[in-house]
């Protein structure tokens, strides 16, 4: 028995609008998001904050998209879509920049860090450690530093090496540490009514270092405003900064929120991109079956300091994946003869540390006893 042939031409017509339907519907997630960008609102709910961080995820839609108009002649569909792909481009392409030139090997003071988020009541503080120990760092920072988590450090012996400290040790997120090989100066932990932060100048010989442990909220439900508040005083403390600078630690944000954006107006450059590898990503760790999918830790430097090499490490019972960074200082820097190199470590820990730990020296140079 024959079909009708209007029957016919309502299923060659159906065939023919799918394709159609495939690209409107592959491209509608990233023209919200798009559109939100265009109009400054994609800070404005938790929702299209995490659209922004997975920006890189949004990019090859809206490209789906546009092959689509293209090849079936939707002039509304391609031009939805190029639009699409322009706007969320626009703050990609910085990310996939080629390499700087490395500095060459031997170059000094060399500074090596690793930066990672512990995650609150970590069970391997064990792991972390021994990560620590791997790295021989000079310096050692910590976010989300707890009791416990800073107990088992300590039981470790992989801070006795450390014998210059400050520390803001609390239970759950907000606990922030510091530890140096070197003499700190100028010590400070910086409390807005968010996230604390850490501000040390660390002293190398006759140069400073100026150096900066971030942690800031995250930005979910009513914690947004909070967030943005964050991000704009940690934005005005760097502006006020003219010598070499090292910011690191979980920012909560991606190059893709404008918020984050802002801080690198001010001579700083994230490290990951000076490499060459602004893809890479630290978040989230361990949630199967989730890969990383953003990179929500940074290490930003003044142009004064080079980055020789950036990789992601393991962060055994964290969410986030450690960053480990070599970087240089600049010619004005220069090392004396009896060092080794300088190498920094930045870990971010949740609630690691006893409050009676914390040291500080109201502005004199930081010299607490030993280990």
């Known amino acids: 028995m024959t079909r009708p042939p209007v029957v016919d031409q309502l299923a060659s017509a159906s065939r023919a609008r799918l394709p159609a339907a495939i690209g409107w519907l592959t491209v509608a997630p990233p023209a919200v998001s798009a559109a939100a960008r265009v109009a400054r609102l994609d800070e404005s709910s938790t929702l299209l904050i995490l659209a922004d961080g997975l920006t890189a995820l949004l990019v090859p839609p809206a490209l789906l998209a546009l092959g689509i108009g293209l090849r079936q002649r939707s002039r509304a569909l391609t031009l939805l879509s190029a639009a699409t792909a322009a706007v969320l481009l626009w703050t990609t392409i910085p990310a996939i920049r080629l390499p700087d030139r490395a500095p060459p090997a031997g170059t000094s003071p060399a500074l090596r860090l690793f930066d990672a988020n512990l995650h609150a009541a970590n069970p391997d503080v064990a792991s972390i450690a021994e990560e620590i120990r791997a790295a021989a760092p000079d310096l050692v920072a910590l976010q989300e530093v707890d009791h416990d988590a800073a107990a088992g450090l300590l039981r470790s012996g992989v801070l006795a090496r450390f014998p210059y400290r400050v ?11 510091l530890w140096s090989r070197f003499p700190l100066a100028d010590p400070e932990v910086l409390d807005t009514g968010g996230m604390p932060r850490v501000r040390a100048t660390v002293l190398l010989g006759a140069r400073r270092l100026r150096f900066y442990n971030v942690h800031v909220v995250a930005p979910v ?14 934005e005005e403390e760097l502006r006020r900064e003219r010598g070499p600078v090292v910011v690191a630690g979980d920012f909560n944000a991606t190059r893709h929120h404008p918020s984050f954006r802002r801080l690198l107006r001010h001579r700083l450059a994230d ?5 060459g590898r602004g893809w890479a990503t630290t978040w989230p760790r361990d949630r199967w079956p989730l890969p990383p999918l953003m990179r929500l830790d940074h290490v930003l430097v003044s142009p004064d300091i080079g980055v020789r090499s950036v990789t992601e490490g ?49 502005g004199r140079p930081f010299y607490p006893p030993g280990g």
């Open 271 to 275: 490290a990951h991109e000076r490499r």
């Open 221 to 234: 439900g009513e914690d947004r405003a909070l967030w943005k508040a964050e991000l704009r005083r940690v």
């Open 314 to 362: 393991h962060g055994q019972g964290s969410d986030h994946r450690p960053i480990i960074a070599e970087l240089v200082l600049g010619r004005a820097l220069q090392r004396p003869a009896a060092w080794s190199g300088l190498r920094l470590v930045v870990l971010h820990a949740q609630d690691v540390f006893r409050p009676d730990l914390r040291l500080e020296a109201d």
């Open 167 to 177: 520390t803001e040790i609390r239970n759950g997120p907000p606990g922030i540490a």
